[in-house]
């Protein structure tokens, strides 16, 4: 059973700081990784993917991975209001099916 | 970007009538299409894998009869809900992956909030 971890939070984080979210994963053949963002009663939106050990930065966003460990976190700079929402982590395995298991999500309250 | 289309956002119906939602892609050609399903405060589920020309692959415990799925075209997958009961009521998501850009992201379409009555 693949499985994908998160802590549902909530996660509260003062306006402008740094939100940090975390995210493992069961399958060792895991090898893409998505981070989605759900606003309350919307569908996900796709904030960034990563597929190589290390950081990949985009904007305020980086996404952060460690295959040995198999974790991957997503962490915010500069905090807004507006990034209040619950972040989904997805993994997609190789040779597995096409879709991608989710994580329950972390839900991020960010304070002004 | 990539944008999926889905509706109708929301639907009500009776206890016994069937919902067809349809989920859209509009800028990219979607050889396959996903169709989740999310209850209040649960993560997404995955339901099924709907392939344009050929059947959809049902994931374990989903019936195919009750939930069918048509991939007519590169760019359009339609999820029929047959015999709907009030256990049906869920948040149902397709989406649709962008194989012309690296890494083939799934898009998501904006969900339809589906209320059996």
């Known amino acids: 059973q693949k499985e994908v971890e998160q802590n549902s939070g909530p996660l509260s984080v003062p306006e402008g700081a740094i939100a940090s979210l975390n995210c493992t994963y069961s399958d060792r053949g895991s090898q893409s990784f998505f981070w989605y963002r759900q606003y309350s009663g919307k569908s996900p939106e796709l904030i960034m993917f990563?597929?190589?050990?290390g950081d990949k930065e985009d904007g305020r966003f980086t996404a952060q991975l460690n295959k040995a460990s198999q974790y991957v976190s997503l962490l915010i700079r500069d905090s807004q209001p507006s990034d209040s929402a619950t972040y989904l982590c997805a993994v997609k395995s190789l040779g597995g099916a096409d879709g991608l298991t989710f994580g329950k999500g972390t839900h991020l309250i960010i304070q002004p | 970007g990539a944008v999926v289309s889905q509706h109708p956002s929301r639907v009500i119906c009776k206890s016994g009538t069937s919902v067809k939602i349809e989920c859209r892609s509009l800028d990219f050609q979607a050889t396959t299409m996903f169709w989740y399903r999310q209850f209040p405060k649960q993560s997404l589920m995955l339901m099924a894998t709907s392939n344009e020309g050929s059947k959809a692959t049902y994931e374990q415990g989903v019936e195919k009869d009750k939930f069918l799925i048509n991939h007519a075209s590169l760019t359009l997958s339609t999820l029929t809900v047959t015999s709907a009961h009030p256990e049906d009521s869920s948040f149902y998501i397709c989406?649709?992956?962008?194989?012309?850009?690296?890494?083939?992201?799934?898009?998501f379409g904006n969900g339809t909030r589906l209320t059996v009555t």
């Open positions: 989406s649709a992956r962008d194989v012309s850009t690296y890494g083939s992201p799934l898009h």
């Open positions: 990563i597929y190589s050990n």
